[in-house]
């Protein structure tokens, strides 16, 4: 009579474990790709809620004016939760965007608004109906989305 011993060997637990390993390391890159992309929609989605809020601004100014969406505070938690989205910090009103900046420019003609998306880039809303992703920067006073 043989006796033979029930289990595994420990090469067979080791491979088991590494291609446990090797699933995790794929699952874990495409979870990072998602998020950065959930946060770059939240970003987008931010910054076009703005666009509404900007025109109830304009329309509660006498005379019609733009000088305030800045100071309006759902456009400021709009601006905060944007630049928090994409990891970025808000900066004063019509100061220059940078990388790491989200803007609000005001003036009593118009709007813009600048941060910079999760993935690369950034995204530009205006009071010219600009919304969309952007390379270069706003400058300061700008008013408007930079050409690309």
Not at 6 to 32: D, P, R, Y
Not at 84 to 113: E, M, P, R, Y
Request: aromatic share 4%; hydrophobic share 55%.
């Amino acid at each position: 009579m043989k006796n033979f011993k029930k289990g595994f060997t420990l090469i067979e637990l080791l491979v088991v474990v590494a291609i446990i390993g090797i699933l995790a390391s794929v699952v874990l890159a495409s979870l990072n790709t998602a998020r950065a992309k959930g946060a770059d929609a939240a970003i987008k989605a931010n910054l076009a809620n703005i666009r509404a809020q900007a025109e109830l601004v304009y329309d509660s100014a006498t005379p019609n004016s733009y000088a305030a969406v800045c100071a309006n505070t759902n456009v400021v938690n709009a601006v905060a939760a944007a630049a928090s989205a994409g990891g970025a910090t808000v900066g004063a009103v019509n100061a220059a965007a940078t990388a790491v900046l989200a803007v609000c420019h005001q003036a009593a003609d118009k709007w813009a608004v600048q941060s910079p998306l999760k993935t690369s880039g950034t995204w530009c809303v205006d009071s010219a109906g600009t919304s969309a992703s952007r390379t270069l920067f706003m400058a300061a006073s700008a008013g408007v989305c930079p050409a690309s």
